[in-house]
C-alpha cells in the first residue's frame, strides 16, 4: 500500500434506496477524512450475475462487464467493508453472491469490517455469518462491527435515507478508525516482510 488506503465497501441490499445504502454511505463519508480512498461497490445499481464456477479465479472469463470489474477491485482494495440487510438471519443473497465471486487469494490477509441492518438488534447474526465466511475466505474480520434498526435513521426532504443516530455513528466511526488502523498495520507488515525476505503468515 503506497498512500491513501483503499477501502472497497460494498452495498449488499439489492434494493436501492436502503438503509444498507445509507450506512455505507455515512462509512464512506467517515474513511475519507480518515486518509482513505472510499471506493463503493452497490449491487442494487451494479448487480452481479450467478456466480459460474468455471470461471472461479479467472474473472475474465465472464461475459458480464461487472462480474470482471468486481474481483480486480477486491484485489486491489486494502480492507473491504462488507454490509448488508438481515435476510431470514443471515445476510443476502446478493452480497453471498458478490463473495462467491471472489477467490481466496484475492482477501487473504486482509481487514474486513461488518455492517448489518434489521429491525432489531438480532440483526447482529448477519455479522456472526459474515465472520465465519470472512475466515473461509482468509480474510480478517476486524472485532468492531455495526447493526443498525430503523430508529438509527431518518429520512431527508428528497427521500433519501440519513444514518443520523448519534449511537450508531458512533459506533460506525470506531468501526471505520479499526478497520483503518488494520490496514495499516497489515501494510506496515508486508512492508517489513518484503524488506526482509520473509512474507507475514496469517
Wanted: net charge positive.
Amino acid at each position: 500500500m503506497t498512500g491513501r488506503p483503499v477501502v472497497l465497501l460494498v452495498v449488499g441490499s439489492p434494493g436501492r434506496g436502503s438503509h444498507t445504502a445509507a450506512a455505507v454511505d455515512a462509512a464512506a463519508g467517515l474513511l475519507a477524512p480518515m486518509g482513505a480512498e472510499p471506493l463503493v461497490w452497490d449491487l442494487a445499481v451494479r448487480p452481479l450475475p450467478v456466480v459460474d464456477p468455471s470461471c472461479h479465479g479467472r474473472p475474465e472469463l465472464y461475459a458480464d462487464p461487472l462480474a470482471r470489474e468486481f474481483v480486480p477491485l477486491v484485489a486491489r482494495a486494502d480492507a473491504l467493508l462488507l454490509a448488508s440487510p438481515t435476510y431470514h438471519g443471515a445476510c443476502s443473497g446478493a452480497l453471498k453472491n458478490a463473495l462467491d465471486h471472489v477467490d481466496t487469494p484475492r482477501l487473504r490477509g486482509k481487514p474486513v469490517a461488518l455492517l448489518a441492518h434489521g429491525e432489531n438488534l438480532t440483526a447482529v447474526q448477519v455479522c456472526d455469518g459474515l465472520r465465519t465466511v470472512v475466515r473461509a475466505m482468509k480474510g480478517i474480520a476486524v472485532p468492531e462491527q455495526l447493526v443498525t434498526v430503523p430508529g438509527d435513521f431518518e429520512r431527508l426532504p428528497d427521500g433519501r435515507r440519513l444514518l443520523s443516530g448519534a449511537a450508531a455513528r458512533g459506533r460506525l466511526g470506531a468501526v471505520c478508525r479499526s478497520l483503518l488502523t488494520a490496514a495499516r498495520r497489515c501494510a506496515a507488515e508486508d512492508a517489513v516482510g518484503a524488506g526482509t525476505g520473509h512474507g507475514t503468515v496469517t
